[in-house]
């Protein structure tokens, strides 16, 4: 994220001073293109079922409410804050259409369940069709459960990210990276990720690499990638698959 600039600094002096709802517009213009940014992250997890102009406008009242809400004396950037709530804002939108049912929901973790215990039995990442045939289900059939799946990925995605990747800002000081316990377990937990990232078929690992390591959109992977944006949204699901399957054989695993 690019230093705060001499007019972002006197915007935000203005708007503390005065919360003049002129400025605060100035302001939500001066950062709107965290909005797309962010837009364009999460859109991975859409396809062509939700429009980016959607996600979008479900994003500006994030900006909004991090404007309204930003502590300047905190010492976070405000991008890295507008980032999380604008997030925040886009994924409550979704759910409150509540658009993926509790049998889609199902169907994922079955799905999880699935690639772990097949790609346990055979040693390494197991491919389309040997999922399909665990499924007993033809190979179109796989690829449209995985579209429909996709969807449904959204509901456990604060609680994956959280886990395993991205670090957001702690409000309380009081998170559980803080506790010693937790500590080694976040740290054990991210040493089981980068092994099973290692080992995922190599355009999944490039998608999960540029995604979030890189910290690119679906739009710019998929140029990168030179293939369409629907078939890097697929590559993520089952890279999401695989790797929440493995922690949640990890975690039954601790748990006997």
């Not at 054990?188 to 490039?206: C, G, H, M, N, V």
């Amino acid at each position: 994220m690019s230093a705060t600039t001499s007019k972002q600094q006197e915007l935000w002096q203005q708007y503390i001073e005065t919360r003049d709802p002129a400025i605060k517009e100035k302001l939500i213009l001066e950062y709107a293109h965290i909005i797309k940014y962010v837009a364009g992250r999460l859109s991975i997890y859409f396809g062509s079922n939700v429009e980016y102009d959607d996600l979008v406008g479900y994003g500006v009242f994030g900006l909004i409410d991090a404007i309204e809400k930003f502590d300047i004396t905190k010492g976070v950037k405000f991008e890295t804050y507008a980032s999380l709530r604008i997030r925040g804002a886009i994924i409550d939108s979704i759910r409150e259409l509540d658009w993926v049912p509790r049998s889609l929901r199902q169907k994922n973790k079955e799905l999880e369940r699935v690639y772990a215990e097949v790609e346990n039995d055979l040693g390494h990442a197991a491919s389309d069709q040997e999922i399909a045939d665990k499924l007993n289900i033809s190979i179109d059939e796989f690829y449209k459960l995985l579209n429909e799946v996709n969807l449904s990925s959204l509901i456990s995605l604060e609680e994956f990210l959280e886990q395993n990747y991205e670090v957001g800002v702690s409000v309380t000081g009081n998170s559980k990276e803080d506790r010693p316990e937790g500590y080694m377990e976040i740290t054990e937990l991210r040493e089981i990720l980068a092994d099973a990232i290692s080992k995922l078929p190599e355009k999944e690992k490039t998608v999960i690499s540029f995604y979030y390591f890189e910290d690119l959109t679906l739009k710019e992977i998929s140029a990168i990638m030179k293939v369409s944006e629907s078939r890097i949204s697929q590559l993520h699901t089952k890279a999401i698959l695989r790797l929440r399957g493995k922690l949640a054989r990890h975690r039954s695993i601790l748990s006997e």
